[in-house]
């Protein structure tokens, strides 16, 4: 199972682009990288996944390196509701993905 | 369309007791999970349901055990609640993966149980 690192906290302001790296340096061939976001009280929600290259939607984007063995969400122009843990896992089959403790980000006005 | 839905919202028990936990999905997938947090921690993977009529160990089954009644309903049951289960739990559910990706879950609202 590929084991993640990321920070345990990270604070913005509204209006800033905020980038959290995703390490996963055991990553395997097949193994997809997937992020959730998660607010209080709720369950975590997809925000993306990617395989290789570069990967956009319309709430995030996701830059993974040639190599893999880490990652990057970005989130353009946070705002106060941005506020929640964002987890980063790797892996094949979903029952194979494990839930670190995330990263917590606060946004301030 | 409802999504992934739970029952109860909230459960207090005494430690022995025994409940089940009810999630439902209208989304026709196959794949269902049921997950626990702890206060401050990530989710972990009690048990999942890869398709009907299958079921199996996640990380953390002790003490649980679980029934994929039909195609969409996974119930988790505890047979002797013990503090230690005192967690928030969620159910979630997935069409599951294909060739070039994986499906993303949908999760429930969470049950929040206290064991005292």
Redesign the interface.
Known sequence: LAKTTQPISMDSYEGQEVNITCSHNNIATNDYITWYQQFPSQGPRFIIQGYKTKVTNEVASLFIPADRKSSTLSLPRVSLSDTAVYYCLVGDYTDKLIFGTGTRLQVFP | NAG?TQTPKFQVLKTGQSMTLQCAQDMNHN?M?W?RQDP??????IY?S?SEGTT?K??VPNGYNVSRLNKREFSLRLESAAPSQTSVY?C?S?A??TG???????????TRLTVT
């Open positions: 992934v794949s999970y997950y401050g921690m990530g989710l972990r993977l999942y890869a199996d996640g990380e969620f979630a997935s599951g993966r070039t990706a994986l499906y993303e879950q949908y999760f429930g609202p969470g």
